[in-house]
Antibody, heavy 119, light 110 residues
Framework: EVHLVESGGGSVQRGGSLSLSCAAS????????MTWVRQAPGRGLEWVAN????????YYADSMKGRFTISRDNAKNSVYLHMSSLRAEDTAVYYC????????????WGQGTLVTVSS | QSVLTQPPSVSAAPGQKVTISCSGS????????VSWYQQLPGTAPKLLIY???ERPSGIPDRFSGSKSGTSATLGITGLQTGDEADYYC???????????FGGGTKLTVL
């Protein structure tokens, strides 16, 4: 059974940094693109970043470029999101998900981890 | 404001049918597949439809998807109170090289 478990969320001050982790199990992790998606309180889904199977290809949403870095360790079946220069508007639940289908169809999602940026 | 446009809300009575639209452009829906997600209150999103019209195993055939041109539609028949949720469309935009989500549609089963 596929499982994705995020960790690392918490409270951080504006301008600070935080790293999120997502541990994957139940599937051949190195065969799949992975993604991070976030959801601010009471708002819709917002894509953050994608990473390809070996980590050589990365895509970011414009508002995250230069501040967020996605990475993966296939030996540890994990994908990461390092966030810096955090702003109040980065407050959200961050989900990792597996890209299982064409055009970024996300077939499995983690439970999410909450990041709160305070001033 | 989302690049993919969904109605903010739809409603229908139990047992009835509802459709949710998702409107985009040639660089996203027009040339890529669409996925649909259901997000029940307080939970993570769940894939309902992939590649515009395919259902993952375990998703009942009450849920269907279609695409025409630069628009996609999610259909739900035999509405149940348990279907009350937020529904999102999503796809890839080839020009922006970004993943796009619609703004979400809140379904109320009256």
């Amino acid at each position: 059974e596929v499982h994705l478990v995020e960790s690392g969320g918490g409270s951080v001050q504006r301008g600070g940094s935080l790293s999120l982790s997502c541990a994957a199990s139940g599937f051949p992790f190195s065969n799949f693109w992975m993604t991070w998606v976030r959801q601010a309180p009471g708002r819709g889904l917002e894509w953050v970043a994608n990473i390809n199977q070996d980590g050589s290809g990365k895509y970011y949403a414009d508002s995250m470029k230069g501040r967020f870095t996605i990475s993966r360790d296939n030996a540890k079946n994990s994908v990461y999101l390092h966030m810096s220069s955090l702003r109040a508007e980065d407050t959200a639940v961050y989900y990792c998900a597996r890209i299982g289908y064409k055009s970024c169809g996300l077939d499995y999602w983690g439970q999410g981890t909450l990041v709160t940026v305070s001033s | 404001q989302s690049v993919l446009t969904q109605p903010p809300s739809v409603s229908a009575a139990p047992g009835q049918k509802v459709t949710i639209s998702c409107s985009g452009s040639s660089s996203n829906i027009g040339n890529n597949d669409v996925s649909w997600y259901q997000q029940l209150p307080g939970t993570a999103p769940k894939l309902l439809i992939y590649e515009s019209s395919e259902r993952p195993s375990g998703i009942p055939d009450r849920f269907s998807g279609s695409k025409s041109g630069t628009s996609a539609t999610l259909g739900i028949t035999g509405l149940q109170t348990g279907d009350e949720a937020d529904y999102y469309c999503g796809t890839w935009d080839s020009s922006l090289t970004t993943v796009l989500f619609g703004g979400g549609t809140k379904l109320t089963v009256l």
